[in-house]
């Protein structure tokens, strides 16, 4: 436990020195970058251990692990009185799992279609409260790629805007796995355009701040380009 508690600080330190000097660079506020530390390959142990070290956003990709880890990181936090963490569900999400993850997350970050919205919606006003979540768009126009296009984000947004139950408060995009981190960029750039050109249409309203962009291979691209939410696994857990 003591070597992968080093192993976590240790990385930790450089994923936060990395974004520190992003931020300069582009003349960012460190503070308006928020890491969400994806566990869906590490151990619950390195997960707890990331939550000593301040990590209180937490990002799983499937539903049942979503659910499993959550329980057990609740009564960690609950045992060592720390504070709550928030889970975000990153990945595909299917009608009939919006009930549990409603129940888990607070964030989800890839609603794609009108009737995935409408589904959230239904279960948010039962349980009478406000879903946050964020459309993805693929930005890379990959066939074999979940997201809305690009041309239509603006539009399922509104759509999803009208709804009482679910609040869309920003974008979520998967870059092209590529070995070069500067080949995510022309995608992490035309998110960052389509957030500006909505945000000028007024399309989500005040809530409509996020940019979720970027994971270990290049969410310092990610936040060149404005990303507020990096999605990073492998770089923490190894
Ligand atoms: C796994 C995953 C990540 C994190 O990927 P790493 O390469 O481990 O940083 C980010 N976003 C999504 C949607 C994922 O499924």
Wanted: aromatic share 4%; hydrophobic share 45%; glycine share 6%.
């Amino acid at each position: 436990m003591a070597s992968l508690k080093s192993q976590i600080q240790a990385n930790l330190t450089q994923i936060r020195q990395n974004i520190a000097a992003a931020c300069s660079r582009c003349g960012r506020d460190p503070a308006s970058v928020t890491v969400v530390a994806v566990t869906k390959s590490a151990t619950v142990d390195a997960v707890k251990c990331a939550v000593d070290q301040g990590l209180l956003d937490l990002g799983e990709s499937r539903v049942q692990q979503l659910i499993d880890r959550s329980q057990e990181v609740a009564q960690y936090v609950q045992r060592r009185k720390l504070p709550p963490v928030r889970w975000h569900m990153i990945g595909h999400l299917q009608r009939n799992k919006v009930k549990a993850v409603l129940e888990t997350a607070s964030i989800i970050h890839s609603v794609d279609t009108l009737r995935l919205a409408e589904d959230i919606n239904a279960r948010a006003e039962a349980a009478g409260t406000v879903a946050e979540i964020l459309i993805q768009v693929n930005c890379s126009a990959e066939p074999q790629k979940y997201g809305v296009a690009v041309g239509a984000a603006s539009h399922l947004c509104s759509l999803v805007s009208s709804l009482r139950n679910i609040r869309p408060v920003g974008l979520m995009t998967m870059a092209p796995l590529a070995k070069d981190p500067q080949a995510a960029r022309p995608a992490f750039t035309r998110l960052r355009e389509l957030f500006e050109e909505m945000r000028h249409d007024g399309v989500g309203g005040e809530a409509f701040r996020h940019l979720s962009m970027g994971m270990s291979q290049d969410y310092v691209v990610a936040i060149e380009e404005g990303a507020t939410l990096v999605r990073i696994g492998r770089a923490i857990f190894g």
